[in-house]
């Protein structure tokens, strides 16, 4: 190589082969960390579900074509410790509660799965990975693809998903183990703002009066 | 375009023999893949990502300063032949292109001794 | 004396043939001149074919993309090369996607939070994380999902590289900059050497 340019020129091209062993190499290295790691083995509690309903008609809730839009908020309690996901490549964690269901679709009989982040979160540092949350509310109000969401036998799971940006690779993506079945049942508010007396006695359990 | 390139090497081309020129391939090449190496195994043993970031930089540096026309790259400076003056009566100047070949051979300068 | 005599003696007295400095247009300078534009040219056109040819495989148009805004920030920032995957049937709730939606050119870069999918397709919803509202609001014709097969043309982000696409953020969008990459180059390309 005669001059100086085509020196350095010669010397940055090697550089960037190295770099680019260099990026698939840490990325490859650091998906290995995490199942080394056992971050499929997290596990999170939840507690204390409870679903709230309303009907929205405006187009931020779902409602589209005049139709009225069913929307379910939530207040949960959660523990979780995410400190697992944080390696040297871990840029943040997005961690987010969802609430996963099927419905049946009755003009096409297919089974529909679905899944609705109520809550989320960016923890940046390991410090702040350790969720521990009382009587938390949902972010977002959320609701089906059918007009109606409750029902007396609509169940939903909730669970807790992560999601690990790196530094320099790939995106990896997991669910926690759930410490307990956490199921909750979705009521049906009813339409109207007048409750029907039949309504109310089939949805509440009679209360005992002692006399 | 070619006087402007001419002048601009001049000063700045940095020429080295050519012992040199392997030389310098040769450091080049082991500064740059055991930096790369050795920046991401530090920083992976410290367990921050940013060592190796500086690391990377510290190698990019290397390479402009190990490329620059350094002592001892000239070792082996090339032996030029003696100066020889041209005293021939037949000087043939070629541009390179047929349509002069054959009037350049009537335009030799004749030289008297 | 004696030198001078050894000097005479050795000088040149067959004829010399000397290069001179000839006219531009001469076929041997043309020809260098195409060699020259040709091998740039081929740079380009392989560079340009494994680009294609990663989408063809990837299956997106466009299977590295630069981050241009912040609505996903912290997570990406301007300036970050994302690299996309289009062969997944469905993709996951929170995946990073790539869509279209008709009237905007700019292909929108956000995560999925609600998604519903049967046998025959999947609607989604998505957020950018720097946002407080959802997507709705750009999705046109006064639609309330996206469609997996129609909407997500550019696919899921899969792999990423911070900050190195910054170059390009750069030369589009500030003319001072890209006069001056231009002359940088010139100065290389001169300094360089034939």
């Not at chain 1, 100086?4 to 990026?23: D, E, H, P, V």
């Not at chain 1, 959660?78 to 049946?104: E, P, S």
């Not at chain 1, 949350?133 to 972010?139: D, E, G, H, L, P």
């Not at chain 2, 790369?36 to 390479?63: K, R």
Request: charge should be positive; hydrophobic fraction near 40%.
């Amino acid at each position: 190589m005669d001059t100086f340019i085509r020196r350095s020129q010669a010397g940055f091209g090697k550089l960037t082969t190295a770099l680019t062993f260099l990026s698939v190499f840490v990325g490859l290295l650091t998906i290995l960390e995490l199942k080394l790691g056992g971050v499929s083995y997290i596990g999170a509690a939840f507690d204390n579900v409870e679903p709230t309903m309303r009907w929205f008609d405006t187009r931020m809730f779902g409602a589209i074509d005049g139709n009225r839009k069913e929307n379910a908020r939530f207040a949960f309690d959660m523990d979780v410790d995410l400190t697992g996901l944080f390696n040297w490549n871990t840029k943040q964690v997005y961690a987010y509660v969802t609430i996963d269901y099927d419905t049946m679709s009755t003009s096409s009989g297919l089974i529909n799965q679905n899944s609705l982040v109520i809550w989320d979160t960016i923890i940046e540092s390991p410090d702040r990975a350790n969720l521990t949350m009382k009587n938390a509310r949902s972010k977002y109000s959320v609701y089906d693809i059918q007009s109606a969401f409750g029902s007396l036998n609509r169940e939903v799971s909730i669970s807790l998903r992560w999601n690990i940006q790196p530094r320099l690779g790939f995106l990896s993506y997991g669910v926690t183990r759930s410490k307990n079945q956490m199921k909750v049942v979705l009521p049906r508010k009813p339409r109207s703002k007048t409750r029907s007396a039949k309504r109310v006695v089939s949805q509440t359990p009679p209360v005992e009066t002692s006399s | 375009m070619d006087e402007l390139s001419d002048l601009v090497q001049r000063y700045t081309a940095g020429l080295i023999d050519f012992r040199g020129q392997e030389l310098s391939e040769k450091i080049i090449s082991k500064i740059v893949y055991s930096g790369v190496g050795l920046a991401c195994v530090v920083g992976y043993v410290t367990q921050d990502f940013m060592i190796m970031v500086y690391g990377l930089g510290v190698v990019a540096v290397l390479i402009l300063i190990f490329s620059l026309p350094l002592p001892i790259y000239k070792k082996n400076p090339p032996t030029w032949l003696e100066y020889t003056p041209i005293t021939s009566s037949k000087v043939i100047i070629d541009h390179g292109d047929k349509k002069t070949t054959s009037a350049s051979a009537k335009k030799t300068a004749t030289k008297t001794d | 004396m004696a030198s001078e005599a050894q000097k005479e003696a050795s000088s040149v007295t067959a004829p010399v043939v000397v290069r001179g400095n000839a006219g531009y247009l001469n076929p041997k300078r043309i020809r260098k001149s195409l060699t020259q534009l040709l091998s740039v040219c081929m740079m380009f056109v392989s560079g340009y074919m494994m680009y294609q040819s990663a989408g063809v495989i990837a299956n997106s148009a466009s299977p590295a993309v630069v981050v241009l805004s912040g609505s996903m920030e912290p997570a990406f920032q301007r300036g970050d090369i994302l690299f996309l995957w289009n062969n997944e049937r469905n993709v996951n709730i929170g995946d990073v996607v790539v869509y279209d939606t008709g009237s905007r050119t700019i292909p929108i870069v956000h995560r999925v939070v609600h998604e519903h999918h049967n046998a025959n397709k999947q609607l989604l919803l998505t957020k950018g994380d720097n946002n407080e509202r959802n997507d709705i609001g750009l999705y046109e014709n006064g639609r309330i999902y996206l469609d997996r097969q129609r909407d997500i043309t550019g696919g899921v982000v899969k792999g990423y590289v911070p900050k190195l696409g910054y170059i390009t953020i750069l030369l589009a969008e500030n003319p001072k900059f890209k006069i001056l990459f231009l002359g940088g180059m010139l100065l290389l390309h001169l300094m360089s050497g034939d």
